[in-house]
């Protein structure tokens, strides 16, 4: 069993940055691929950024791409998100999870095991 915590959600104005922090339980944090996703009031949960096993390969949605950038430190067993110039839009709730696959995976139905999430709210 994975357990995963997300931390650094927060208050921003518009342009503004934040980064996201989600901390795993397992020791082969690095066997796993890695998510981000987001969920908006009254919007249904969407696939944000992943990372495959290693780092080598990552993947954004259309929406973020370019101002997020996904990463991990498999030596501290912990994922990251780094989210620059955000948008009001950007406000979610944002969940990590983990998956036991090597491969970037997008599809929110293949992911294993999820964190509580973490608010993230830009002002205009």
């Known amino acids: 069993q994975v357990q995963l915590v997300e931390s650094g959600g927060g208050l921003v104005q518009a342009g503004g940055s934040l980064r996201l922090s989600c901390a795993a339980s397992?020791?082969?944090?690095?066997?796993?691929?890695m998510g981000w996703f987001r969920q908006a009031p009254g919007k249904e949960r969407e696939f944000v950024a992943a990372?495959?096993?290693?780092?080598?390969?990552?993947y954004y949605a259309g929406s973020v791409r370019g101002r997020f950038t996904i990463s991990r430190d498999n030596a501290k067993n912990t994922m990251y998100l780094q989210m620059n110039s955000l948008k009001p839009e950007d406000t979610a709730v944002y969940y990590c999870?983990?998956?036991?696959?090597?491969?970037?995976?997008?599809?929110?139905?293949?992911?294993?095991?999820w964190g509580q999430g973490t608010q993230v709210t830009v002002s205009s």
């Open positions: 990372i495959s096993w290693s780092g080598g390969s990552t």
């Open positions: 999870a983990a998956v036991k696959k090597r491969t970037v995976v997008v599809g929110l139905r293949e992911y294993e095991y």
């Open positions: 397992e020791r082969t944090f690095s066997s796993y691929a």
